[in-house]
């Protein structure tokens, strides 16, 4: 029979090499996608309000993120964020990055790892947790409904005695335990293990409030951890958990981001949201109402006056406006009493450590140590880091690229001063240079058409500890868009921000498929084609 006759047949050799490519190529499409599932054209992300005021002040001030438009909000609070950025599927992601003050939970890791997505942490911002102290000073300022720098007792001395003393007044009972005597409960401002600044009495007869963030908030975990330092302030608050007069939200005295009482003044939105009805802030100005209005002050009727945990960068003026909240000193390791300044947050981030690990999900974190000889240092227990936590795979080159550059913006001299302004510590030195060598990787991977990164160091240091919650809060988000200026602070906003170009990018997104398996597999199946062009026309000229 002719070659004609016989028709065409594949060698064996070659129809396993096409069976092979179509495999490899099938097996590469089947490989769950990384690449982020937000607008492409926006670098998306999210946090918690615990920062809020500092990162959005940092996104309006950098120039550089064109064609991009740079987006952030804490509507949804910290766990929400973190939800959203780890995935809800196979390259199913809602967010580029996140703002955090914790470190992401081993389950929360692995589900990013399970979606496709690999992250690293970039320490940038220090920021104290200040005890606000709504005790009055000069009473007369409230029946003339002004606020004055005399109104408030400001820098009120304050062991972590007596913060527990103060955050479980009305809350303890003799009856959870009867056989053990506990301090006489604070039951007034004027108690006289009390006192302002001098060492004068505070004049302020009405009783203690206690108001929180209701829903997942460092202030939260960091005022716990104070009070489980100190053994007599932990017994009191073991006392208040286990007094069924309080339907606490938990019997353990672990440091948790959710405050276990609600029965008092607990406010949705984090900070933004609390201090609204704390201070009344109004909306169309950022200004707190009129002192009689204060919702912290019980409006003027013999009411309690509140005290509760805030971040740092909340309590000056966070919105533009002045608001100068008034906030306590407090002991440190080395025995004296700090405010919550950007100096002693950078006293106490001196005394810090950073994790160099080999693993990810732990490499470059803070711990914050206790130091008997730094008597400017804030208290460790009460110090926050912030991190840029950010993909190191499957983002859009472009995306990749920008992100890069707002990490150098960050750790660079602009955006380390704007940081202070706001009174949070910024970066260290080995901080910073941990962070640009994240920032490095991300270009790099951009060049090469995938983002990936590696940890190389094996050194060891002490991590802090991280708690897992599911609880989330939600709140109102107000948009501002400006640039820096003196009063840095304008740039805030109380939920989410959008600024930069609108222009879309032409970039596709990243599909998970390796470029140089794509080239390769292209090249192979064209000099593929071209043999078996040749055979077949060398078979017709033979038949």
């Not at 109104?151 to 959870?176: D, E, H, K, N, Q």
Request: aromatic share 6%; glycine share 8%.
């Amino acid at each position: 029979m002719t070659e004609r006759g016989r028709g065409f047949r594949l060698s064996p050799m070659v129809g396993a090499i096409i069976a092979g490519l179509l495999g490899a190529l099938a097996c590469t499409q089947a490989t769950p996608q990384a690449g982020a599932d937000t607008d492409p054209t926006t670098l998306v992300g999210e946090g918690g309000s615990f920062l809020s005021p500092v990162t959005n002040l940092l996104l309006n001030a950098d120039p550089g993120f064109a064609p991009l438009n740079p987006s952030y909000s804490d509507a949804a609070g910290i766990d929400s964020a973190i939800a959203d950025f780890v995935g809800s599927g196979p390259g199913q992601f809602s967010a580029d990055f996140v703002v955090s003050e914790r470190a992401l939970t081993a389950s929360e890791a692995q589900t990013a790892q399970s979606n496709g997505r690999s992250f690293a942490y970039i320490p940038f911002a220090a920021t104290p947790v200040a005890i606000a102290t709504l005790a009055v000073c000069n009473p007369s300022d409230l029946t003339k409904d002004v606020i004055t720098s005399a109104t408030f007792c400001r820098s009120i001395p304050l062991t972590p005695a007596l913060v527990g003393a103060i955050f479980t007044s009305g809350l303890t009972s003799t009856s959870v335990q009867p056989n053990r005597s506990l301090p006489t409960t604070l039951s007034a401002w004027s108690d006289t293990r009390l006192t302002q600044a001098g060492g004068s009495p505070i004049p302020d007869g009405d009783g203690i409030g206690l108001a929180s963030v209701l829903g997942p908030s460092a202030e939260n975990s960091a005022l716990m951890a104070l009070i489980d330092s100190d053994p007599t302030a932990k017994e009191e608050l073991d006392n208040a958990l286990n007094n069924p007069a309080n339907s606490a939200s938990t019997t353990s005295d672990t440091p948790n981001e959710i405050w276990p009482f609600h029965g008092q003044h607990a406010y949705i939105g984090g900070d933004a949201g609390m201090l609204g009805k704390e201070l009344t802030i109004n909306t169309k100005t950022n200004a707190p109402s009129d002192v009689d209005g204060w919702g912290g002050l019980g409006n003027n009727a013999g009411n309690a006056h509140d005290a509760f945990p805030v971040s740092a960068v909340w309590t000056g003026s966070p919105l533009g406006t002045p608001w100068n909240l008034p906030t306590a000193a407090i002991q440190n390791a080395a025995g004296q009493f700090a405010p919550p300044t950007e100096a002693a947050a950078a006293a106490a981030e001196s005394d810090s450590t950073l994790a160099s690990t080999s693993d990810p999900t732990t490499n470059n974190l803070v711990a914050f140590s206790p130091s008997q000889t730094d008597a400017a240092a804030y208290n460790n227990f009460l110090m926050t880091e912030s991190y840029l936590v950010v993909p190191t795979n499957g983002l859009p080159a472009d995306k990749a690229t920008q992100l890069a550059q707002f990490i150098r913006f960050v750790l660079g001299p602009t955006g380390q001063s704007d940081i202070k302004l706001l009174g949070a510590a910024p970066a260290t030195s080995t901080m910073v240079t941990a962070g640009l060598k994240v920032a490095a990787q991300l270009t790099t991977g951009a060049l090469s058409g995938t983002t990936s990164t590696s940890s190389t160091s094996t050194t060891s240091t002490t991590t802090p500890s991280t708690t897992s919650t599911t609880a989330s809060s939600t709140s109102a988000t107000t948009t501002t868009t400006t640039t820096t200026t003196a009063a840095a602070s304008t740039a805030a906003s109380q939920g989410s921000s959008s600024v930069g170009s609108n222009a879309s990018s032409g970039t596709l997104a990243f599909t998970g498929v390796p470029s140089w398996s794509l080239a390769t597999a292209g090249a192979t199946l064209v000099v593929l084609a071209e043999s078996l062009r040749r055979l077949l026309r060398r078979r017709r000229t033979a038949s």
